[in-house]
């Protein structure tokens, strides 16, 4: 089957509302996902009270990274092949019973790792398949807001989860905390079985593309590549601001992360339907432009101010190029081909943060953290001019 008869197919629903049944229940399922998962930025302090180390620390929480790097080129090739719903199922019980035995553990143990290694498995699942099933129940001409929408459920959940767990924890105890975080796990679970998948009308003789053939076609691999600058960017940032604002006399640098989240969800919110009426690509530039300018603008900084602005400046550049992107590669991409190409991205923003988090620690060591976010920034800019001159256009933009 040919990539306009896909296409074809996707515009005859062009009218489909976006708040549809299986829209709020991808949605309410990955919601209470990213709630357990993102939870687990308290697990160091745990770690910690149980005498665990820095490194140990380091050991454990980057043991679901690199699962989620490794496993979900299989996720994506998977979801393409065998279809979407069940592999979102399998992603919420996943993460249910790899959390759950956290609540029992009062020492430290091997098992640790071996459950954030599931973690990272279960992110993979459940980010790929709700992904492309978020893609399949939208109107392609809703399909940019309609994943800005989504990813709403993990940006809320970076600030929300962590502060009620917080408060789980203070109130009664990490086991009640950990019993809590199943609970929401096993919810994402529940939910997903109510989910319709819609019918793929699909040849039997359609089998798609391999995974490299996807990296490689027609605008993915340029978009891969934006999409791993930025993470390198993106990653860098959340992870060395706390300790930067402290050297440049500013405590409360909760601010920045708060001015960010503010600016991402009125962005997504009240702007969400930019890039499907304007483009992809279109809207996808400047809003590259000033997220890289984000980063650069912390290279400039000597207090709070700086860092709201440059907070502002990286929350409106993320709540528009990232879901723009997303929306492009799965226009340009075949429904065959739609889990491999969403992984792909998914993989190019991990791993680019992960590599950018560790270079660009040592240039810190070496040459101060204002040195660090001017290089950092200039490297997204070199991922803006990337996508500018070879960007891919997507279907609706060429019609």
């Known amino acids: 089957m040919s990539q306009n008869t896909y296409n074809s197919k996707e515009f005859n629903n062009e009218l489909k509302p976006l708040l549809n049944r299986d829209f709020i229940l991808i949605t309410l399922s990955s919601f209470a996902f990213f709630f357990t998962y993102h939870s ?22 980057g043991a679901a990274t690199m699962a989620t790097v490794i496993t979900t080129p299989m996720a994506g090739i998977s979801v393409d092949r065998f279809g979407r719903k069940w592999f979102l199922v399998s992603g919420g019980l996943l993460m249910a019973i790899a959390t759950l ?16 290694v599931l973690h990272g498995a279960a992110l993979s699942l459940c ?42 924890v203070d109130m009664y105890s990490f086991s009640n905390f950990f019993v809590f975080d199943f609970a929401f796990g096993l919810l994402a679970f529940v939910v997903a079985l109510f989910i319709k998948e819609p ?31 930025a993470g390198s960017g993106f990653i860098t940032v959340f992870t060395f601001v706390p300790v930067f604002a402290r050297r440049i006399g500013v405590e409360a640098f909760e601010f920045f992360f708060i001015t960010y989240t503010i600016a991402v969800l009125v962005v997504r919110i009240f702007g969400g339907w930019i890039p499907d009426k304007y483009g992809r690509k279109r809207a996808g530039v400047p809003a590259l432009l000033l997220f890289a300018l984000g980063v650069f603008g912390l290279s400039l900084a000597s207090g709070g101010s700086t860092l709201i602005m440059s907070g502002i400046l990286l929350g409106i ?14 226009d340009i991409s075949p429904e065959i081909d739609r889990g491999k190409a969403i992984s792909i991205c998914s993989v190019a923003f991990t791993l680019g943060g992960t590599l950018g988090v560790f270079a660009y ?39």
């Open 40 to 61: 687990f930025i308290l697990l160091p302090v745990r770690i910690e009270e149980l005498g665990g180390d820095e490194s140990t620390i380091g050991f454990i929480m």
């Open 199 to 229: 019918e793929r009308r699909i040849e039997s003789d359609t089998q798609g593309r391999g995974f490299f053939k996807v990296l490689f076609g027609r605008g993915v691999l340029v978009s891969a590549f934006t999409l791993m600058v």
């Open 101 to 116: 035995p956290f609540a029992y553990f009062h020492t430290l143990n091997l098992l640790f790792p071996v459950l954030r």
């Open 317 to 330: 550049g993320h709540g528009v190029f990232y879901p723009a992107i997303y929306a492009l590669v799965i």
């Open 361 to 399: 620690g040592v240039a810190a060591e070496l040459w101060g953290f204002n040195a660090m976010f001017g290089f950092a920034g200039i490297v997204c800019l070199v991922g803006f001019l990337a996508f500018i001159f070879w960007g891919g256009r997507s279907v609706p933009e060429s019609r």
């Open 127 to 168: 980010f790929i398949s709700a992904g492309t099933l978020i893609a399949d129940v939208s109107s392609p001409l809703k399909r940019s807001q309609a994943m800005g929408v989504f990813g709403i459920c993990s940006i809320i959940n970076v600030a929300v989860a962590p502060f009620v767990g917080k408060v789980i």
